[in-house]
């Protein structure tokens, strides 16, 4: 079978490549080409050399060059790629360009293909289609009422997903990622980055800061299980979705003090120490405006599964950076 | 004050534009430029001789044509131009190029006159953008999961409605329109054209053929009501609205069983009896993935009113049948 991920050079994209090219099938059938599309060529390599791959960089706005993508037919098709919220909301134009008309062009490109061609579509949404006031928890019955262009776009393009499957034109799964945690690397300007900050920092010997309070309570995952979602929605029997395509993932709804006191038990009393306490009202405010806590039972019947625990989500980082530094 | 109906040729943009010249004032302000566009070239006159009336036959997919209708720079806009649903069904791109394109290239349109434009702009959502399996009665809070395209596109409209609003490009209001009974004139192919013709065909010495059962439950509003909708969402605080824009219309919950009998008790034995049941399999079918009840809190706190009961609703039809052919 034939892969197309886009959005292949993000830290989630990589890591399901990664996985793929490791498996060498998905949902038992052997991978024979993996294509790799991002705005920057992704970097990744090795796999059977019965694996044909691609890398390709582009503009996932530019329809011509969808439409060539999605001439190869691929049988599966992962769709991570984005803008982020801050850039969305900065550039109101390339926010809609990027994460919605891009959709849209892989939307009307698999329609034009036509003969039978329906793959399976798997497309990354985020919780951030929900906005305050919330439930809570928010069940898979409430109402998409995003806060930012982001969570705008996102919530389009699951409302274009659910109609064009509806149609028979795509065979579409929508998953909705709670926050990464713990994303490796560096810090970013994103308000959510001191959710990995507090724990990847620490860990690496670095003091880290935090600008909210200890009790505020965030919906979390791991890299691995964004894979792990990624390649069950790429599986999984979608007759009994029905209309409904796209699903709040199981996360953990932890707080700040009980990811520093996992933190603590996991990795010491000095690396718990190294989280400062450092209050930003406008970093507060904005995650105040976040949602807490998820009931995802549509996404467990399903078959997809949550982390553990936190411990586990540190210690899987842990074991990422040994086999990184190893 | 300048007003732009967009859609003016319909039923209910007519009534809106009658309304509007009867009225010679919108919100306390005077009325001195109202543009009606459509399809076709809107039909309506009179109103005083202050007013001036220009109308347009037009494509509302077509952006420069919007955006030359934008550029008039009108201080309150009420779109109301869609393809409906069975149409939005049948021809897939007409529907997303109509109901979605056009509503976007509105917005755009606000936006790009920029230096401090920002009109009031009501749209005509649906109660469309919600489909089974239903909580009931619905409430504000429940999730848009369209059954059909025209659904999905006015869901989405909603969404980039609420996001332009947000950003502060528009003042935008959404407002979900029930069914709206009696629709004066002949029966349509529309699946919901038998509610009103159960009354208007009666009412006129007709029989009708009612295709569904007596239990069947529905969410009715009267053409009256609609206009009123449309005034009231294009005068009221929109402060208070915050981040959602859309509303879902109060209306009345009222079975077919109840209809005929306040038919009867209006209109006499022989109206009622002009009622024909004759089932038909796929109006059912498709009548049973409808709405029947929604609690519409949201609405009638900000100042929004349905009919008092069905049987204002038949007499309302009946004063205007009287004043058409007197």
């Known amino acids: 079978m034939k892969i197309l991920i886009l959005g ?13 090219l490791a498996a060498g099938s998905l949902g038992g059938r052997p991978i024979t080409g993996l294509d790799l599309f991002d705005v920057v060529e992704p970097g990744v390599s090795g796999g059977a050399e019965t694996i044909a791959i691609a890398r390709q960089a582009g503009d996932i706005s530019d329809e011509a060059t969808v439409t060539a993508l999605i001439a190869a037919r691929p049988d599966v098709i992962f769709h991570l790629a984005a803008i982020v919220s801050g850039e969305a909301e900065a550039d109101f134009e390339k926010g809609y360009r990027i994460n919605l008309d891009g959709m849209r062009f892989v939307l009307d490109a698999i329609r034009s293909v036509g003969g039978g061609y329906v793959p399976r579509l798997v497309f990354t949404s985020s919780i951030a289609v929900f906005g305050s006031p919330f439930e809570e928890p928010i069940t898979d019955t409430f109402l998409n009422a995003p806060l930012t262009s982001y969570g ?25 990622l709670p926050t990464i945690v713990v994303r490796p690397g560096k810090p970013n300007k994103a308000a959510s980055s ?12 670095v003091d880290a800061v935090l600008p909210v309070d200890d009790d505020v309570r965030h919906w979390v995952a791991s890299p691995a299980s964004a894979v792990g979602f990624l390649i069950h929605a790429a599986t999984m029997d979608t007759g009994p979705l029905g209309a ?15 990811m520093v006191e996992t933190l603590r038990e996991v990795a010491g009393e000095e690396a718990a120490a190294r989280v400062k306490r450092v209050p930003d009202e406008t970093i507060k405010a904005i995650v105040a405006g976040w949602p807490r806590d998820f009931d995802a039972s549509r996404a467990l019947q ?4 949550a982390d553990a625990d936190f411990a586990s989500i540190i210690r899987a980082h842990m074991a990422d950076e040994a086999k990184r530094s190893g």
Not at 302 to 305: I, K, L, N, Q, R
């Open 8 to 20: 292949a050079a993000g830290m989630v994209g990589h890591k399901l490549a990664e996985a793929l």
């Open 152 to 176: 705008a776009q996102k919530a389009i393009c699951e409302l274009f997903l659910a109609d064009y499957s509806r149609k028979g034109f795509v065979d579409g799964v929508g998953i909705r």
């Open 194 to 205: 001191f959710f990995s900050g507090i724990i990847r920092e620490p860990l690496a010997g």
């Open 244 to 258: 409904r395509r796209s699903l709040t993932m199981p996360g953990l709804s932890v707080t700040v003090a009980e």
């Open 302 to 305: 399903f078959g997809f599964t």
